[in-house]
């Protein structure tokens, strides 16, 4: 496993994000002190499969809400709302926000449209899969939530 | 993986005996180095296919398999709904029907240096390609319904391509029995700037020479001889089949059926009502991907006649790899209709498959196999050994050796570009990084694969093509 890019650090508690190798396609984690946290950092790591986080501006927001029988489940449908709202709307996000209740959410998605030239867009997220995924509170309370991407 | 861990029946047939929950056994057809470089979770991923209700004779691995979603990459496996048969959407994958297509083209290598660059220039104009790319195409909610049930033939009464195109392309260019209605209204949003487009990833559309011809009597009943000029065309059921995929392996988590605790092999028994909710709605993806490469070839014809007039586009053949299939198929002597799902992995019908057109009858059906842009593609032809061995089916491609991050390490987008334009390949793509995660380096060695086909006798090879333009997607 390799990380992308350092963990940021707030205080005592570490919140980043990573990809991870599954064979022809890629794996995202996030992790953080809250679930919650864990949730964005995931969605963080999409981006970053399509581009570069740091070349997408805050422009224009867009909510989300989405639900699912347990909260792992509720991680793939969080991940493919953000693939969706990308699809259709043709942008790249690189600020999410949720509010979790149960085995709800609503997100909250600011990024802009896509700028295929500025961003060098490497490769389109077809959906977020059940293989490897895992949202799970580790011995050091940081919350891990990772699945594999196809693309 | 380690080869001690299978049961060695031949140089290129390896076994995984039934245990515990599995049904039948695990077949990987592969020679002894491609096994080594396979990763452990194929033989995992087979072993818990052959757990699943219905399934009928074994679990398949073809030679290029690799990791996958419940089903491995490569995987092939059929299953009997009379005797609790399923359908799961992790074996079809989330590109349904996503393919390769290739074209004659009347034109020989010779002829196509003086206008390479200006036909790679057109191309890249004229068929959208890459990570968010739209399509001229806007579609009505009737013509999307319309489209999802007709297919290639569909885009054919539209005026993008020509009727012979339809002999040339797996079930005459439509899946019969769609239901756009199983489609979700995501789905069909989704799709409303993407008909026509060539998406991204190992997508690519390929201008190839002709290499190497190995079997001289099938290349000429193929149409192919040395130094022509073909053109291939690898994509799917863009976002379409993605939402479709993503919409009901949900549902079929929530559901379906778990045979086993993996949420990744969830399923749904065919007779079952969202088991035939998920054929419509896959029939229906199915048809928009072969919309989807007809109206591409209908593009592409159209640059070639603007720059070479002489051309002309007709069809080898299209072939789709992440599919389910009704075929007949003969089980312990006795002909049944099987369920066949292939992921990652190519349908190849030996000589004298009723399902075959009139024209490939006695040859058998090609079979396509995309390689990187910087290496060869292979055509083979099925054999009629095949339908013992796996239900007449062979790869699709090479598979990665390697992650896309690291890709990404070891090249340079820009150089990889100026270093295939060196050797003779034109690169035309909106995305260098995406260009370095494709890296040629980054996949294995298709040719290993093609000749592992060929002495499984899973399929023969034709001819190795090699590209010379790519419109990278």
């Known amino acids: 496993m390799h990380s992308t890019t350092p963990a940021t650090s707030d205080g005592d508690s570490k919140m980043g994000w990573e990809h991870f190798a599954h064979g022809s396609d890629i794996g995202v984690r996030g992790f953080g002190p809250l679930l919650e946290t864990a949730f964005e950092q995931a969605a963080l790591a999409l981006t970053a499969v399509v581009s570069d986080v740091s070349s997408v501006e805050q422009v224009e927001s867009v909510e989300v809400r989405c639900d699912a029988p347990d909260t792992e489940l509720l991680l793939v449908s969080w991940l493919n709302s953000v693939i969706y709202e990308m699809a259709v709307r043709g942008m790249l996000f690189s600020k999410f926000g949720i509010v979790l209740s149960g085995c709800s959410l609503v997100g909250r998605l600011t990024g802009e449209q896509v700028d295929p030239d500025r961003h060098q867009l490497a490769v389109e997220a077809k959906g977020a899969t059940v293989t490897s995924l895992k949202v799970a509170r580790g011995q050091d309370g940081q919350w891990v939530a990772q699945c594999v991407i196809d693309v | 993986m380690d080869p001690q861990s299978l049961i060695r029946r031949s140089d290129f047939e390896w076994w995984i005996e039934p245990t515990g929950q599995m049904r039948v056994p695990g077949i990987i057809y592969a020679g002894q180095q491609l096994i080594e470089g396979m990763d452990e979770k194929v033989r995992e991923q087979l072993a818990n296919v052959a757990t699943l209700p219905g399934i009928q004779r074994a679990a398949y691995a073809m030679p290029d398999a690799h990791w996958g979603y419940g089903f491995p990459i490569g995987g092939v496996a059929a299953f009997d709904p009379d005797e609790g048969g399923v359908i799961s959407a992790g074996g079809v994958g989330f590109d349904i029907s996503c393919g390769v297509r290739t074209l004659h083209t009347a034109l020989k290598s010779d002829q196509l240096e003086s206008c390479k660059t200006e036909l790679a220039e057109a191309l890249f104009q004229s068929v959208p390609a890459g990570v968010g790319s739209t399509g001229a195409i806007k579609l009505s909610e009737h013509e999307m319904d319309e489209m999802l049930c007709g297919g290639a033939q569909w885009a054919i009464s539209r005026g993008y391509g020509k009727p012979e195109d339809l002999e040339r392309t797996e079930e005459k260019g439509r899946a019969v029995d769609a239901k756009p209605e199983c489609v979700s209204h995501e789905a069909k949003k989704r799709q409303a700037r993407e008909m026509g487009t060539l998406g991204s990833g190992n997508h690519y ?68 009502e969202l088991g035939q909710r998920y054929l419509g709605a896959m029939r229906a993806a199915t048809n928009c991907a072969l919309a989807n490469r007809q109206i591409i070839t209908h593009l592409v014809r159209s640059a070639f006649a603007e720059i070479v007039p002489a051309a002309d586009l007709t069809l080898l053949y299209d072939v789709s790899h992440n599919t389910c299939k009704i075929e007949r198929h003969s089980v312990d002597g006795a002909a049944r209709e099987l369920f066949v799902h292939r992921k990652g992995a190519t349908r190849s019908f030996g000589p004298g498959n009723p399902d075959l057109p009139p024209s490939l009858q006695t040859v058998g059906q090609p079979v396509l196999i995309g390689g990187t842009m910087g290496t060869e593609s292979y055509v083979l032809v099925g054999m009629a050994e095949g339908e013992k061995l796996a239900f007449s089916s062979a790869c699709h491609g090479a598979g990665r050796s390697m992650s896309r991050t690291q890709a990404t390490k070891l090249w340079r987008g820009r150089e990889l570009v100026d270093e295939l334009r060196k050797r003779g390949v034109l690169i035309r793509t909106r995305s260098y990084r995406g260009v370095a995660e494709e890296a040629p380096g980054a996949y294995k060695d298709v040719g290993a694969v093609a000749e592992a086909a060929e002495q499984t006798k899973l399929a023969r090879r034709v001819a190795r093509l090699v590209p010379l333009v790519c419109i990278k997607g």
Do not use: W
């Open chain 2, 205 to 272: 559309l390929e201008i190839q020479r002709v290499a190497q011809l190995f079997d001289l009597v099938t290349a000429a009943a193929f149409g192919l001889r040395e130094n022509d000029i073909v053109v291939s065309i690898h994509c799917g059921s863009r976002g379409l089949g993605h939402q479709v995929g993503t919409d009901y392996l949900k549902a079929m988590v929530v559901e379906g059926y778990l045979p086993i605790p993996d949420r990744e092999l969830a399923c749904a028994p065919i007779h079952s």
